[in-house]
Nanobody, 120 residues
Framework: QVQLVESGGGLVQPGGSLRLSCKASGSISSINAMGWYRQAPGKERELVAGITSGGSTNYADSMNGRFTISGDNGKNTVFLQMNSLKPEDTAVYYC??????????????WGQGTQVTVSS
């Protein structure tokens, strides 16, 4: 089992920035990829970004370069830097971990989620 603990959410004004963190613990050897998803009220959960232990990243097209995912393998931690935040970025952000094989990543483990609210 892998446990994921997110931090860094909160309330921010439009145009502001936030940095989310997610630390993995437990059976770390069973995973080689981590990512962030988000779910807004009344909407389905959607992928924000993912990163492999080798440093390969992928992003949802809608992020338009505003979000950056990075990782610290030594600390089993992944970060999501979010800039130029918009009200429509308001959602619960979930950290995920799993295995990436080729172009396919399967996320098996999920964090509890952290609320991000963008509002003036």
């Amino acid at each position: 089992q892998v446990q994921l603990v997110e931090s860094g959410g909160g309330l921010v004004q439009p145009g502001g920035s936030l940095r989310l963190s997610c630390k993995a613990s437990g059976s770390i050897s069973s995973i080689n990829a981590m990512g962030w998803y988000r779910q807004a009220p009344g909407k389905e959960r959607e992928l924000v970004a993912g990163i492999t232990s080798g440093g390969s990243t992928n992003y949802a097209d809608s992020m338009n370069g505003r979000f950056t995912i990075s990782g610290d393998n030594g600390k089993n931690t992944v970060f999501l830097q979010m800039n130029s935040l918009k009200p429509e970025d308001t959602a619960v952000y979930y950290c995920a971990a799993g295995r990436s094989v080729g172009r396919t990543t399967t996320y098996n483990y999920w964090g509890q989620g952290t609320q991000v609210t963008v509002s003036s």
